[in-house]
């Protein structure tokens, strides 16, 4: 079964300051590797995502992230945030073998960032 | 506008009652999936319907039960409402296919009296 762990579940940051979130995951085999970010009051949205190919992905609003397949881990990162970046992150996992999309989430990191 | 519609917002149900959430995919999309969002925690998969039969089950009992129609659409239903099933519950739909990714509804926020 596949796991996922975030290791900071409370990040405070000041604007410009730079972003690192962690992400490990637990699978044995090939994954689908997912960051959603949940601003206050909207819905779950898509920030990037890694299926193959290049490792570094870059997604919208600035954010990249790195999979790397030694270490089980996907973490999102940001050069300079901003206070409109203040919100919840998850990182996600899916099993690519199994044919379907079945998402396993971490438990989340809250962002807040003050101007 | 997230594409994926569910209703209703928020609902309020007593312990031992049943309960009936809907979504509506985004257009173009032919999977749904419903995951529940206790406080604090991240979405857990319940479910994942696709040509009108459930595909996938995560750790949910069986008085968790969907149903997707002829239009894509979904219902997620929970017999025998427990305290703990209060939580958030989350569509998303998707096109076929572990590569594509999901889009995620605004949920339904579900308390348990």
């Known amino acids: 079964a596949q796991s996922v762990s975030q290791h900071n579940h409370h990040v405070i940051l000041s604007e410009a300051a730079s972003l690192e979130l962690g992400c490990n995951y637990s699978?044995?085999?090939?994954?689908?590797l997912f960051w959603y970010v949940q601003y206050p009051g909207q819905h779950l949205q898509l920030l990037l995502k890694?299926?193959?190919?290049?490792?570094l992905v870059k997604g919208i609003k600035g954010f990249e992230a790195e999979f790397i397949k030694s270490k089980f881990s996907f973490n999102l990162r940001k050069p300079s945030v901003q206070w409109s970046d203040t919100a919840e992150y998850f990182c996600?996992?899916?099993?690519?073998?199994?044919?379907?999309?079945?998402?396993?989430f971490g438990t989340g990191t809250r962002l807040l960032v003050s101007p | 506008d997230a594409g994926v519609t569910q209703s209703p917002t928020h609902l309020i149900k007593t312990r031992g009652q049943q309960v009936t959430l809907r979504c509506s995919p985004k257009?173009?999309?032919?999977?749904v999936s419903w995951y529940q969002q206790a406080l604090g925690q991240g979405p857990q998969f319940i479910f994942q319907?696709?040509?009108?039969?459930?595909?996938q089950r995560g750790n949910f009992p069986d008085r968790f039960s969907g149903h997707q129609f002829p239009n894509y659409s979904s219902e997620l239903n929970v017999n025998a409402l427990l305290l703990g099933d209060s939580a958030l519950y989350l569509c998303?739909?998707?096109?076929?296919?572990?590569?594509?990714?999901?889009?995620f509804g605004d949920g339904t926020r579900l308390s348990i009296l």
């Open positions: 998303a739909s998707s096109s076929r296919g572990s590569n594509q990714p999901q889009h």
């Open positions: 699978y044995g085999g090939t994954v689908n």
């Open positions: 890694y299926f193959s190919g290049d490792p």
């Open positions: 996600a996992v899916n099993a690519r073998d199994t044919g379907f999309q079945k998402l396993v």
């Open positions: 257009s173009g999309h032919d999977t």
């Open positions: 319907y696709y040509e009108e039969e459930e595909r």
